[in-house]
C-alpha cells in the first residue's frame, strides 16, 4: 500500500514511512492510494474472529509487506490487551466503551499500535537512531502517547500540555511516567502548545540535528488502527436484525474518519453520526454546503474543542469531495454543554449509567438522528464511550451528585510524584530538545 499526501506535492511513501513522517514533506496529510475491500466472507462471519484475528484482516492491507505477518500480529497483541464491551442502555440503544485501556480513553488503540510499529522501524535500522516523538495535548493525547510509547529504547517522548487546562488525573498521567517521558507545562492554551510543536518541525536547525516525528491524530498509524473496535463492535452488536447508526463524539474527526473507512471497506454500518459539542464547523458545513471555522470554544467535552479539525480533509477525500454522497453516510449535529449536563443526568437516571461529558454528547447525537426516522425501532444505536467518566469527575459529579469509584489503576497513580518543566516560549522548548 502505497500513501499520497493530500496536498499533492510530495513523492508517495510507504506504510512505516508515512508513521515515521506524520506528515508529508509538503505538511500534507497522508492518504492510502485505494480503500481495500474485505472479503464477504469475512464480514458474515466475523463471529468467528477474535478480536486479534478481527485487526490482523483488517490492518493487513494497509501496511502491505512492510511489516511481516508475525511481527504484526504480535504488534496486535500487545495493543489490544483489553476489552470494548457493549452496555445496554435502552432497546435499541447501547454505550460501546472504548475507555478500557491503560489511560481510559480510547486513544490508546491508536497511541499503542503506532508506537510498536514505530519501535519495530527503529530497532530494524542498524545505526541505532534516536527518535524525538513530540505531541501537544489538550488531555487524553499526551497520556495515551506517553504510556504507549513508556520505557521504549530510543524513543523520547516530549509533551506539551497547557497550565491548568488539563483535568487532574489527565495531568498525573503526563508528568508521574519518567524515564523517556518528558512533561512540558506551557504557560498559555493548547494552541499555543500546538503552534510551538508545528514551529519545531519547520526549524531547520531543529530537524538538521533531530529525528523528529509527531503521533498526534493525524498520524496514519494512529487513525488506522482505530478501525479495530468498529469492526469489533459490529460483532458484538445487539440485535443483529437491525440496521446499526453509529454516533461517534468528535473533536478532530479522526476517530469517526477511521469508522468511515471501516464502512467503505465493507462493514455493514448503515449510518454515522458526528456528534460535536458547541465547535460547530462540521455540523455548520454539511447543513450550509460553507466551510468557514470559527475560533474554538472551551467546553467540559475539552477533547472535543476543535474548530478546524485536522481529519475531515481525509472524510472529504473519501467521498470524491461529494458533499451530497457523504451526506447519505454522515450525519453531525451540535450541542451545548448545557444539554450535555442534562444528558449525563438523564442516563443516569435512566440506567444508573455513569456517561463522560464526550460520551454524552455522542448520546444525544444518536437520539436526535433515530427520532428523525419514522421508525426509529427498526435500528440499533451504538454511542461510542470515549473516556471512563472519572477522567471529567468534576465535572460530573457535581451533576449526578455521586462519587465516582476511581479505579485501581489510578489510585495508585495518584501516590506517585508529578513531574514536568515549565516553559514559556519556543526557544525553551527549543534548548530542552537539544538537551536530549
Ligand atoms: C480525542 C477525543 C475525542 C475526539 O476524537 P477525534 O478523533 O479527535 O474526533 C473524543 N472524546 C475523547 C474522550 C477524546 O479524548
Request: aromatic content about 12%; charged content about 20%.
Given at each position: 500500500m502505497?500513501?499520497?499526501?493530500?496536498?499533492?506535492?510530495?513523492?508517495n511513501v510507504g506504510?512505516?514511512?508515512?508513521?515515521?513522517?506524520?506528515?508529508?514533506?509538503?505538511?500534507?496529510?497522508?492518504?492510502?492510494?485505494?480503500?481495500?475491500?474485505?472479503?464477504?466472507?469475512?464480514?458474515?462471519?466475523?463471529?468467528?474472529?477474535?478480536d486479534h484475528e478481527i485487526a490482523f484482516q483488517v490492518i493487513n492491507p494497509?501496511?502491505?509487506?512492510?511489516?511481516?505477518?508475525?511481527?504484526?500480529?504480535?504488534i496486535i497483541k500487545k495493543t489490544l490487551k483489553f476489552n470494548f464491551p457493549i452496555v445496554n442502555i435502552s432497546k435499541n440503544i447501547a454505550s460501546l466503551e472504548l475507555f478500557?485501556?491503560?489511560?481510559?480513553?480510547?486513544?490508546?488503540?491508536?497511541?499503542?499500535?503506532?508506537?510498536?510499529?514505530?519501535?519495530?522501524?527503529?530497532?530494524?535500522?542498524?545505526?541505532?537512531?534516536?527518535?524525538?516523538?513530540?505531541?501537544?495535548?489538550?488531555?487524553?493525547?499526551?497520556?495515551?502517547?506517553?504510556?504507549?510509547?513508556?520505557?521504549?529504547?530510543?524513543?523520547?517522548?516530549?509533551?506539551?500540555?497547557?497550565?491548568g487546562k488539563v483535568s487532574e488525573i489527565q495531568e498525573y498521567q503526563l508528568t508521574t511516567l519518567g524515564k523517556n517521558i518528558t512533561a512540558l507545562e506551557v504557560e498559555g492554551s493548547f494552541d499555543d502548545c500546538q503552534n510551538f510543536v508545528k514551529n519545531a518541525f519547520i526549524d531547520p536547525?531543529?530537524?538538521?540535528?533531530?529525528?523528529?516525528?509527531?503521533?498526534?491524530?493525524?498520524?496514519?498509524?494512529?487513525?488506522?488502527?482505530?478501525?479495530?473496535?468498529?469492526?469489533?463492535?459490529?460483532?458484538?452488536?445487539?440485535?443483529?436484525?437491525?440496521?446499526?447508526?453509529?454516533?461517534?463524539?468528535?473533536?478532530?474527526?479522526?476517530?469517526?474518519?477511521?469508522?468511515?473507512?471501516?464502512?467503505?471497506?465493507?462493514?455493514?454500518?448503515?449510518?454515522?453520526?458526528a456528534s460535536t459539542n458547541s465547535n460547530d464547523t462540521i455540523p455548520r458545513f454539511l447543513n450550509t454546503g460553507i466551510y468557514k471555522p470559527k475560533k474554538s470554544i472551551q467546553t467540559i467535552s475539552n477533547a472535543m474543542d476543535v474548530a478546524n479539525p485536522s481529519n475531515f480533509l481525509r472524510i472529504q477525500k473519501l467521498?470524491?469531495?461529494?458533499?451530497?454522497?457523504?451526506?447519505?453516510?454522515?450525519?453531525?449535529?451540535?450541542?451545548?454543554?448545557?444539554?450535555?449536563?442534562?444528558?449525563i443526568n438523564k442516563i443516569y437516571k435512566l440506567k444508573n449509567y455513569i456517561t463522560?461529558?464526550?460520551?454524552?454528547?455522542?448520546?444525544?447525537?444518536?437520539?436526535?438522528?433515530?427520532n428523525s426516522k419514522k421508525e426509529p425501532e427498526n435500528y440499533q444505536g451504538l454511542f461510542l464511550e470515549t473516556a471512563h467518566p472519572i477522567k471529567f469527575s468534576k465535572t460530573v459529579e457535581k451533576i449526578i451528585k455521586e462519587k465516582i469509584e476511581i479505579p485501581n489503576e489510578i489510585k495508585n497513580m495518584l501516590k506517585r510524584k508529578k513531574k514536568s518543566t515549565p516553559i514559556k516560549d519556543y526557544n525553551d522548548l527549543k534548548s530542552i530538545l537539544f538537551s536530549k
Open positions: 502505497k500513501y499520497y499526501s493530500l496536498n499533492n506535492n510530495s513523492k506504510f512505516i514511512e508515512a508513521i515515521e513522517r506524520g506528515l508529508a514533506p509538503d505538511r500534507g496529510l497522508y492518504f492510502p492510494s485505494e480503500i481495500p475491500e474485505l472479503s464477504n466472507y469475512f464480514v458474515n462471519n466475523i463471529k468467528k474472529y477474535s494497509f501496511v502491505g509487506n512492510e511489516i511481516p505477518n508475525d511481527v504484526l500480529k504480535g478500557q485501556g491503560p489511560t481510559l480513553a480510547f486513544k490508546d488503540v491508536g497511541a499503542r499500535f503506532m508506537a510498536n510499529c514505530l519501535s519495530y522501524a527503529n530497532l530494524k535500522e542498524k545505526e541505532n537512531k534516536k527518535i524525538t516523538v513530540l505531541v501537544a495535548t489538550s488531555g487524553d493525547t499526551g497520556g495515551a502517547v506517553a504510556n504507549g510509547f513508556y520505557k521504549f529504547k530510543n524513543i523520547d517522548v516530549v509533551i506539551l500540555f497547557p497550565k536547525e531543529l530537524i538538521k540535528k533531530i529525528n523528529l516525528t509527531s503521533a498526534n491524530s493525524i498520524n496514519v498509524g494512529r487513525w488506522l488502527a482505530q478501525m479495530f473496535y468498529y469492526f469489533i463492535a459490529y460483532r458484538d452488536r445487539p440485535n443483529p436484525d437491525k440496521e446499526l447508526i453509529v454516533s461517534v463524539p468528535s473533536g478532530n474527526f479522526g476517530n469517526i474518519c477511521a469508522g468511515l473507512v471501516s464502512k467503505k471497506m465493507g462493514l455493514p454500518i448503515s449510518h454515522f453520526i467521498f470524491n469531495n461529494d458533499i451530497f454522497g457523504l451526506k447519505k453516510s454522515l450525519t453531525a449535529y451540535s450541542y451545548s454543554d448545557k444539554q450535555t449536563e442534562k444528558a463522560d461529558p464526550h460520551g454524552a454528547v455522542g448520546y444525544l447525537g444518536l437520539i436526535d438522528f433515530l
